[in-house]
């Protein structure tokens, strides 16, 4: 375990989203209206309805095949629905909205470059290449001795770290993560979690998703529970967690197996 | 084989394998010797095929590359057209471009025909198709990898080439070094077009045909043993250019 993680600067994203935000219009609400996703014949989102606001951290949980992948790709604008609508503050999901998001995949898309290279891509493509931003962005997530390694090169844990910390060169109003820690080690798991905390703290919006509702205790501000493709229960952490109102979440939170 | 040929064709000498063994020794000689003839063959060779290969990497990237990122009607059409002009038989694009380029052709003004210009043009007309197709294949593959991350970053597509042609850079040195293989062992365009003119137009393949018909097996021998030491050359570049890129993860 490596202490100086959970003593990170805290300049790297400060106050961007705030100063972003007053720049252009806010992204919300989030509204969600009717959504549809079809595909194969199967019909994999359906009907789903949805509001976020603008605070805290939003973890969707739900079993295996639920939708959460598909629904953050919606949401992202990386896919289209079939039918209805997502609104982010009164605006479809377009490019302008997508640069002002960033999303982290479940398994880590890396350039076939340095460690480094991976972050400055990102910083250039905002017009803010500066080494003492990488270098700062490489500390938080850990990763400034390996600073010069190929990224491919790296472990799991190492690898979805350098892709939060190429996430948050972006500066992101929004943070989407789609299971970013399954399957990794403790110390990334932390790591990761971590920051996670720091940026939302920071005014950031972070909808996360994962199946491991121990982390969903540790993370959550609000809690939406999917279920074949649509919301279950949308809920306060603390709620949610002591009280479930739906059975597929009281079965979920028990340990029971969903169909 | 052309050895082989021109044993039937002498006449008046007897073809056994003392004859092959003083063609070697002579060849050999040839190159050790830093022969000014030979040498300036293997120069325009190189000259040719290399010229050739850089407007062939100019355009079959960039074409290679956008039919792999875009989609558009007609675009299959494309894909098919890239792989079966990969395999153009040289002769037949040495007559297009002896068309093209002959006092009667299109571009006759030019007085282009039977220079080391009109053997490039040939040349690059021959390996283009396989660059861009062997392109299109490595950059879709790691497009099919890189395009949500790409759309999340909100990259152009310009963008999103240059970035997809620097990630691919160890195969497509790869996919270069094929190309000019296939230009510099390659006879029949450069032939039509080049007309094996002595100090002007003779490349190693050509002269080997020629030295070999008129039965001076040394040089032709000499030739081949370079030719065959460039394709060696370029066969071990590009099996470390693969190891590297295995080695630095980058493939
Ligand atoms: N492009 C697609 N075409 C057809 N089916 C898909 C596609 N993407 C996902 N699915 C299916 O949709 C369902 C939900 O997928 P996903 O959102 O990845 O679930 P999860 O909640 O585990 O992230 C799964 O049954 C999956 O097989
Ligand atoms: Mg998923």
């Given at each position: 375990m490596r202490e100086f993680t959970l003593q990170?600067?805290?300049?790297?994203?400060?106050?961007s989203a705030s100063k972003a935000a007053a720049k252009a219009a806010s992204l919300f609400p989030l509204a969600v209206n009717a959504l549809i996703f079809e595909a194969g014949g199967r019909r994999l989102i359906d009907r789903l309805d949805l509001t976020l606001s603008a605070a805290g951290t939003t973890i969707l949980m739900g079993p295996n095949g639920a939708g959460k992948s598909l629904l953050l790709r919606l949401l992202h604008g990386l896919i289209l629905p079939s039918d209805g609508t997502i609104s982010w503050g009164g605006k479809q999901p377009d490019r302008d909205i997508q640069r002002r998001q960033a999303l982290v995949f479940q398994k880590p898309v890396l350039l076939r470059r340095s460690v480094t290279d991976n972050i400055d891509f990102v910083l250039r493509l905002h017009g803010q290449a500066d080494a003492e931003r990488r270098q700062e962005l490489l500390a938080r997530v850990g990763l400034l001795e390996l600073?010069?390694?190929?990224?491919?090169?790296?472990s799991g844990g190492e690898q979805q770290r350098l892709a939060l910390a190429r996430a948050l060169a972006t500066r992101p109003e929004v943070l989407l993560l789609d299971e970013p820690t399954s399957s990794l080690d403790p110390a990334s798991v932390l790591m990761i979690e971590q920051i996670v905390r720091e940026t939302a703290a920071r005014g950031v919006k972070v909808i996360f998703v994962t199946h491991d509702i121990g982390q969903a205790r540790r993370l959550a501000d609000d809690v939406v529970f999917l279920h074949r493709g649509s919301v279950a229960e949308h809920a306060p952490a603390a709620a949610f967690f002591s009280n479930p109102s739906s059975s597929v979440a009281r079965d979920f939170l028990a340990g029971r197996i969903i169909l | 084989m052309y050895i082989l040929h021109s044993c039937g064709n002498l006449r008046n000498k007897r073809c056994n394998l003392q004859d092959f063994a003083e063609a070697f020794r002579l060849a050999f000689g040839l190159v050790l010797s830093g022969d000014r003839d030979l040498f300036e063959i293997i120069v325009l060779s190189l000259q040719v095929s290399l010229s050739a290969l850089m407007i062939s990497c100019v355009i079959g990237f960039t074409l290679g590359t956008l039919v792999a990122v875009t989609r558009f009607p007609g675009r299959g059409l494309a894909v098919v057209t890239f792989n079966t002009l990969m395999g153009l038989p040289p002769v037949v694009v040495g007559l297009l471009v002896y068309l093209l380029l002959s006092r009667a052709g299109p571009l006759g003004t030019l007085g282009l025909l039977y220079t080391p210009t009109a053997m490039i043009i040939a040349q690059a007309i021959l390996i283009t198709p396989i660059v861009a197709a062997l392109t299109r294949q490595i950059i879709e593959d790691l497009f099919s990898e890189y395009d949500e991350l790409f759309q999340s970053l909100g990259l152009s597509v310009w963008q999103a080439m240059g970035a997809l042609l620097w990630d691919a850079r160890y195969s497509l040195i790869t996919v270069a070094l094929a190309g000019f293989g296939r230009a510099i062992a390659e006879v029949g365009a450069v032939m039509i077009v080049g007309g094996n003119i002595d100090h002007l137009t003779r490349v190693m393949t050509t002269a080997i045909a020629l030295e070999t018909s008129k039965g001076d097996l040394a040089l032709a021998l000499a030739l081949g043993i370079v030719l065959l030491a460039i394709s060696m050359t370029v066969n071990a570049l590009a099996l470390s250019m693969r190891a590297t890129a295995a080695r630095q993860a980058y493939a």
């Open positions: 990170m600067p805290h300049s790297v994203n400060a106050g600073a010069h390694q190929p990224a491919r090169r790296l | -």
